[in-house]
């Protein structure tokens, strides 16, 4: 199996900062790619940034371009969110996503974090 640990949520006031973390563990061969995902109350899970392993490529919600930034270290196989002048509206669960595959020639399958709490308010 393949865990994901996220790590790094909390309060925070209007345009402060917080970095989230999340680390991929277990039997893990290969990732194809890894991202975060928000969920606030009532509405549904929406992407925020994904980064594509081999091509070092990275994707943003238009809501966070400018303000946010994903980062990998592969070698750790851990993602980072960077994010920078929080906003009311970015108050939600973060959660950590992965596409991994288990063994060589496996197909990719998507793992989830237990997600953590972002609160930005005054």
């Known amino acids: 199996q393949v865990q994901l640990v996220e790590s790094g949520g909390g309060l925070v006031q209007p345009g402060g900062s917080l970095r989230l973390s999340c680390a991929a563990s277990g039997s893990i061969f290969s990732i194809y790619a890894m991202g975060w995902y928000r969920q606030a109350p009532g509405k549904q899970r929406e992407v925020v940034a994904t980064s594509i392993t081999s091509r070092g490529s990275t994707n943003y919600a238009d809501s966070v371009k400018g303000r946010f930034t994903i980062s990998r270290d592969n070698a750790e196989n851990t993602v980072y969110l960077q994010m920078n002048s929080l906003k009311p509206e970015d108050t939600a669960v973060y959660y950590c996503?992965?596409?991994?595959?288990?063994?060589?020639?496996?197909?990719?399958?998507?793992?989830w974090g237990q997600g953590t709490q972002v609160t930005v308010s005054s």
């Open positions: 996503n992965a596409e991994a595959s288990q063994y060589d020639g496996g197909y990719y399958s998507n793992y």
